[in-house]
């Protein structure tokens, strides 16, 4: 009997030890799983739609880390942000916002390509997106991607211009300027002045870089002086984002001085403007003095005959009372 106890207590000492054994080994997995899956969170970011129009909401959401923190911020057409904003994810990683309205389209808010840009706080990732605000309900087709990756760059149709000024033709040793005209999708667009690759050719192959300065949203210049007659070719060009805009002029120089005389004329040309205004107005002041006599000679005529109106009856008068004088003094006669 006692071999017996014994030989029940071992195996329930080893049924215990096996049961345990098994609990700390799922307990063990299911750590390791569910670190395995908090390391491996899937993000996804999504807005509500690619084109916009005025009193349109924009909204993102998605899941991303838990408690992350996502800087929003919208670039409009001529690359300035115009709205920015932070989203506080909860413990969940999930999240929706609505970002903004579109407003009637104004300076800031101008029709055109956007760009979406959302920062990871904790990874530091960018999600990128292009979006299109428009006034009208014309469709525009945008195509791009939806994962959050390091500087996603978006596959979407966009058109960068450049256009050069320049006077065709200058006098040698006269300082001039030239105009540069920076658009993307027909809109004056910003880009660093120090971009615009630009140079001169003189008339013997000879070659002179040019430097532009920022003279507003997408407009540059630079002011140069040439000493050699004959033709000289400009040409300009700038990449912004993967898109290249180049442009060409031509100026002939000559030996005339070409801005000075142009400036003469245009004195002499101001000159006879300004005696012709002056003659103008010495017209305007003889009709108006001439108005004034024509009025004052109306008035003494209407003057005249009210007076003439009140001294007829009067004279009548006086014609009668001196008839009846010259009767009554007729009848006396002839009764004496």
């Given amino acids: 009997m006692r071999h017996k106890g014994v030989k029940i207590k071992t195996t329930t000492f080893i049924l215990f030890s096996f049961l345990f054994l098994l609990l700390s080994s799922s307990n ?7 670190s395995s899956t908090t390391t491996t969170t899937a993000v996804t970011i999504n807005i509500n739609s690619t084109v916009f129009m005025p009193n349109s909401m924009l909204v993102i959401y998605g899941k991303v880390i838990p408690n992350d923190s996502l800087i ?6 001529m690359n300035r942000v115009v709205h920015r904003t932070q989203i506080d994810v909860d413990a969940r990683g999930v999240f929706s916002s609505v970002i903004l309205t579109f407003p009637n389209p104004n300076d800031q808010f101008i029709e055109g390509t956007y760009t979406l840009v959302i920062t990871s706080s904790i990874q530091g990732s960018v999600y990128s997106k292009a979006i299109v605000f428009q006034a009208s309900s014309n469709e525009i087709r945008v195509q791009q991607g939806d994962a959050l990756q390091q500087q996603q760059q978006q596959q979407i149709t966009r058109r960068l211009d450049m256009q050069l000024s320049a006077p065709s ?11 540069a005209r920076v658009t993307m999708d027909n809109t004056l667009f910003n880009v660093n002045a120090s971009d615009i690759k630009a140079r001169i050719i003189m008339p013997d192959s000879s070659a002179k870089e040019l430097r532009f300065n920022a003279i507003d949203d997408g407009i540059y210049a630079t002011e140069l002086t040439l000493s050699m007659v004959g033709l000289h070719v ?11 805009a180049s442009s ?17 004329l245009s004195r002499l040309s101001k000159s006879i403007d300004d005696l012709n205004s002056k003659i103008q107005g010495l017209r305007n002041d003889i009709n108006a003095s001439n108005a004034r006599l024509s009025n004052s000679l109306e008035q003494i005529g209407s003057s005249t005959n009210q007076m003439l109106a009140l001294l007829l009856p009067i004279i009548g008068m006086i014609t009668i009372i001196v008839a009846l004088q010259a009767t009554i003094l007729a009848r006396r006669s002839t009764a004496r």
């Fill in 72 to 77: 929003v911020e919208l670039i409009n057409p």
């Fill in 28 to 34: 063990v997995h299911a750590q390791s799983l569910s």
């Fill in 248 to 264: 060409m002029a031509s100026i002939n120089v000559t030996d005339a001085p070409v801005l000075n005389m142009s400036n003469t």
């Fill in 234 to 244: 400009v040409t300009a060009s700038i990449e912004h984002d993967g898109l290249r």
């Fill in 169 to 179: 033709i200058i006098g040698i040793d006269e300082r001039f300027s030239i105009v």
